[in-house]
T-cell receptor, first 109, second 114 residues
Framework: GQNIDQPTEMTATEGAIVQINCTYQ??????LFWYQQHAGEAPTFLSY??LDGLEEKGRFSSFLSRSKGYSYLLLKELQMKDSASYLC??????????WGAGTKLIIKP | DAMVIQNPRYQVTQFGKPVTLSCSQT?????MYWYQQKSSQAPKLLFH???????NEADTPDNFQSRRPNTSFCFLDIRSPGLGDAAMYLC?????????????FGPGTRLLVL
C-alpha cells in the first residue's frame, strides 16, 4: 500500500527553527508537495519538490531525497501565525496525490 | 483575483436529508476535485473531473455524487447524509493533472448532520 508518515504534533518556540519530517512509500513518484492548513481552513500550497535537494522560499525551505523516500520542511524565524498543520503529499505513478495526516505545529511565545 | 469559491461555508442538514455543496473557480483550470476531511486526518479524495471526464475513487460511497455542468462549476450531492458524513468538504482545482501541477483549494464547506 501507499503510505505517508509525519509526526502527529510538534512544539517550537517563537523565533526558533523547526524541521518537520515526512517519509513516503508510494507506487511511483511524480513530486512532493507541502501544504499549510490553519485550523478550520483549507490547505494552502507552500512548496513543491521533484528533484533531490533543497528549495528555499523565504522563511520556508523544503528538502527531498528520492532515494530515501524522505522530505523535510524547515521553518525559520518562527512566528505565532505559523501555528498550523503541515501536510506532506506525494504524487504517485497515476498522478494521484497521496496525503499524509499532517503535523500539528504549536508555537509557544 | 482568480480563486476557488465554495458555498456555503457552513451547512447544517438533517440525517437523511439530501444536501448539495457547490464550488466555482475563476482559474479556468481543467481539473476539479472533491475531498472529504475529518478532524486531524488527511484529505480523502472522493472524485475528480478532468474537463468533463468523471473519475470516481473506488471507495467513495454511492451516497456521494457529483456534477460538473461547465468548466467553472462543480457540485457535490450527498443523497442521504449520515452522521458519519459530518466533515469538511474541500474543493480543489489544478490546471492539469501532471506531476508538477499544484492543487489550489477553496475555503471548504463544513457539514454538520443532525
Amino acid at each position: 500500500g501507499q503510505n505517508i508518515d509525519q509526526p502527529t504534533e510538534m512544539t517550537a518556540t517563537e523565533g526558533a527553527i523547526v524541521q518537520i519530517n515526512c517519509t513516503y512509500q508510494t507506487s511511483g513518484f511524480n513530486g512532493l508537495f507541502w501544504y499549510q492548513q490553519h485550523a478550520g481552513e483549507a490547505p494552502t500550497f507552500l512548496s513543491y519538490n521533484v528533484l533531490d535537494g533543497l528549495e528555499e522560499k523565504g522563511r520556508f525551505s523544503s528538502f527531498l531525497s528520492r532515494s530515501k523516500g524522505y522530505s523535510y520542511l524547515l521553518l525559520k524565524e518562527l512566528q505565532m501565525k505559523d501555528s498550523a498543520s503541515y501536510l506532506c503529499a506525494v504524487k504517485d505513478s497515476n498522478y494521484q496525490l497521496i496525503w499524509g495526516a499532517g503535523t500539528k505545529l504549536i508555537i509557544k511565545p | 483575483d482568480a480563486m476557488v469559491i465554495q458555498n456555503p461555508r457552513y451547512q447544517v442538514t438533517q440525517f437523511g436529508k439530501p444536501v448539495t455543496l457547490s464550488c466555482s473557480q475563476t482559474l479556468n483550470h481543467n481539473v476539479m476535485y472533491w475531498y472529504q476531511q475529518k478532524s486531524s486526518q488527511a484529505p480523502k479524495l472522493l472524485f475528480h473531473y478532468y474537463d468533463k471526464d468523471f473519475n470516481n475513487e473506488a471507495d467513495t460511497p454511492d451516497n456521494f455524487q457529483s456534477r460538473r455542468p461547465n468548466t467553472s462549476f462543480c457540485f457535490l450531492d450527498i443523497r442521504s447524509p449520515g452522521l458519519g458524513d459530518a466533515a469538511m468538504y474541500l474543493c480543489a482545482t489544478s490546471r492539469d493533472a501532471g506531476g508538477g501541477e499544484t492543487q489550489y483549494f477553496g475555503p471548504g464547506t463544513r457539514l454538520l448532520v443532525l
